[in-house]
Every structure is written in C-alpha cells, then in structure tokens.
C-alpha cells in the first residue's frame, strides 16, 4: 500500500461542510486529498464510492507522498482532506463530511 496525494475541487455539499470546519477563510475550490491506496485505479475506487467524484487521483497530477504526518493519517483511515485548501497540515477524515 502507498499512500497517494493530489490536489481537487470537492463536492458542493463537502465544500460546505469543510468550510464551516476551516480555521481560515478559502476563497477557492482546491483541497489536499490523501488516499492509503494500491494505486490510481483503486484511489479511484475509493474516492468514488466516498461521494468525491471520479478521477480524482490523476497520471501527472498525483504523487506518493513523503510526508509524516499524511503517513501517520492514512494509518487510521483510507481517505483524509486538508481543511485548509491545498496549505496547511490539519487534516479532515472524509467520513465527517459524509
């Protein structure tokens, strides 16, 4: 398993959510996803199935991740959003958007 990161847009009901969570105000639709995942086609999967759309994860557009914090994240759950837009290391469990 690895664990996958890219930048999207959320949902519109998740961004709502996110927003109302956020310790700042975001002005855009961009959002830190991390996915403890296989590859692409199963961050896929698993995105889709959580309500994030299709294609999240793409060739050229994700990468595996290095970061501590994300690693130790992914440990306890599959799929985390950082809650202030793309910066930042605070970080959302996507079944508290669900």
């Not at 961050?43 to 959580?50: G, I």
């Not at 557009?61 to 959003?81: F, H, M, Q, R, V």
């Amino acid at each position: 398993m690895k664990v996958l990161g890219t930048n999207t847009g959320l949902p519109y009901e998740m961004l709502q959510k996110i927003k109302k969570l956020s310790n700042r105000e975001v002005y855009h639709n961009q959002y830190r996803i991390i996915c403890n995942c296989k590859g692409l086609a199963d961050a896929n999967r698993k995105c889709e199935a959580a309500g994030l759309g299709t294609k999240v994860f793409l060739p050229g557009w994700s990468s595996i991740t290095g970061n501590k914090i994300e690693l130790e994240l992914c440990k306890a759950e599959d799929i985390w959003i950082c809650k202030d837009g793309t910066f930042g290391n605070t970080y959302i469990s996507i079944k508290e958007l669900q």
